[in-house]
């Protein structure tokens, strides 16, 4: 497992809401120190797991927490925190319950397993109002409806907008303040007082239902295509980041008039990891994205769960055989893209002669028609030559033109770049996303971990504000 995961994502994953009790009572037992599961803010696994783990922080007994997970859950390796190694030659032990008046303790029968992660969606939507760069905002909920009072302009020819942007964009003197003050711009436009108020009443009533908290999903009209641009991940409501939240998962939702037809994960997932880097165009170091999906991956590689195919220097024949003939249900392409002279974006592949050839997003619908593909993942990887960004920005711009039309002609979801992702945030935000993916987690789930753990590994810079979730699928669940 990563490095950059927290020990609440372990207990959560290893234990339903009776195991997090057993959890408290050893963990008193061991520590010594008062614990009761019922002074644990929350209703839902997340949200008990998070107090526990803060908890054993505030109190120094954080090894003894790992020690009872260990105890209790031996086959999870829990070393990346520093401690106990996975022991697969013990079984799990099963949760206990208190009976009687003497303590005595009897084994729980064995449980179902614990409910699939749930949000309730707020859906922001933007549409034009008719006056240049402004726009009717509107906002949806299980808690009713709120729109702006009046069209918000965006602040596109604004001095401050334009240098933050600029800034967040060049990853070389990014820096997290820049990121603090772009989302207090976002969020004075997409965040007026009506919506503000829906906005704090729907989680609210979401946490006290046993949610885990409410997807986030921003809308944008089609003859509004100019705000695909915009950082929309850098926002803010009136106390945090929207996307480093694990309540609050923010996506691009791009409704269409094909439904999605979800599937059981299937056993195994099928990856096919493919990668160009053509002499005509800069030389890309691709191999350290490559070894982070490898490595997110090995332990259910090694189970059987799932299977990686991988496509060294595609061209389009190679690349329509192994689709065509084993389509994959995540396809990751690393490598340039290229914007079209009509506009949108393309992909540079090989073309077998030291030279590239570009598949526009058309002959990338033709190619992924059908419904096993759940997910494309297009990243622009960091390239050898710094000097010149202009081919990794057209790059980064090229597939946040492509994601949209992908989404738009019925792929569930797609991952984009809108910047260039250094090498040293792609692994650990790969690493991450591909975990939780592999767990069956909802993919706004999995991207937003993939956001924390980027951010905790990396302090200096904002760049988990860089991929960006299109998609789809009502629910987040690429699988059912």
């Known amino acids: 497992m990563s490095e950059y995961r927290h020990i609440y994502q372990v207990i959560e994953e ?27 803010a929350g209703d839902t696994i997340r949200r008990k797991a998070q107090e526990l783990q803060e908890f054993a922080r505030r109190n120094a007994i954080t090894q003894e927490l790992l020690q009872v997970v260990h105890n209790l859950r031996p086959r999870f ?12 030659t013990k079984p799990d032990r099963p949760a206990e319950k208190e009976v009687g008046g003497n303590g005595a303790k009897q084994e729980q029968p064995a449980r179902p397993e614990p409910p699939k992660t749930v949000y309730d969606d707020f859906d922001i939507t933007i549409r034009p109002s008719g006056t240049s760069n402004t726009y009717r905002i509107e906002a949806k909920s299980p808690n009713g409806e709120a729109s702006a009072a009046a069209p918000q302009l965006f602040p596109f020819e604004d001095d401050e907008y334009q240098y933050l942007a600029r800034s967040l964009r060049d990853v070389q003197i990014s820096e997290p303040q ?166 949108g974006g393309a992909l540079a592949l090989d073309n077998g002669r030291k030279a590239h050839v570009l598949l526009d997003g058309d002959r990338m619908l033709r190619l992924f028609q059908g419904d096993d593909t759940k997910l494309i993942i297009l990243s622009a990887c960091q390239s050898g030559a710094t000097s010149d960004k202009s081919e990794k920005s057209s790059s980064s711009q090229a597939f946040m033109g492509l994601a949209p039309k992908l989404v738009w002609g019925g792929l569930p979801a797609v991952v984009a770049m809108q910047y260039d992702l250094p090498n040293q945030a792609a692994r650990p935000f790969m690493q991450t996303l591909y975990e939780f993916l592999a ?35 009502p629910d987040g669940n690429i699988w059912a």
């Not at 390796?77 to 697969?88: E, H, I, M, R, V």
């Not at 706004?444 to 860089?466: H, K, M």
């Open 14 to 40: 290893a234990f339903d809401l009776e195991g997090i009790r057993t959890l408290c009572m050893e963990l008193k037992f061991e520590s010594g120190v008062d614990l009761q599961y019922e002074n644990l």
């Open 77 to 88: 390796d829990l070393t990346q925190f520093g401690g106990p190694a996975a022991d697969l």
């Open 178 to 343: 820049f990121a603090n003050d772009m989302g207090e711009i976002l969020r004075k436009f997409l965040f007026p007082a009506p919506i503000q108020e829906l906005f704090t009443t729907t989680l609210n009533v979401s946490r006290a239902k046993g949610r885990d908290g409410i997807r986030v999903r921003i809308n944008i009209n089609e003859e509004s295509n100019e705000l695909y641009q915009v950082p929309w991940e850098y926002c803010r409501d009136d106390k945090s980041f929207l996307s480093l939240n694990a309540d609050t998962p923010l996506v691009r939702y791009m409704p269409t008039n094909r439904a999605p037809s979800p599937i059981s994960v299937p056993s195994p997932v099928k990856i096919l990891l493919a990668w160009a880097n053509p002499e005509s165009l800069d030389k890309l170091d691709v191999q350290s994205e490559i070894d982070a999906v490898k490595d997110a991956l090995a332990q259910f590689v090694e189970s059987g769960k799932v299977v990686i195919d991988e496509l060294e220097n595609a061209t389009p024949n190679t690349l329509v055989s192994k689709v065509r003939q084993n389509p994959p249900h995540i396809f990751h392409f690393i490598g340039h893209g290229a914007l079209l002279p009509a506009g």
């Open 439 to 473: 767990l069956g987690k909802p993919l706004d789930t999995a991207v937003t971990e993939a956001r924390i753990g980027l951010d905790f590994n990396i302090l200096e810079s904002p760049y988990w504000g860089i991929p960006v979730l299109f998609m789809r699928a």
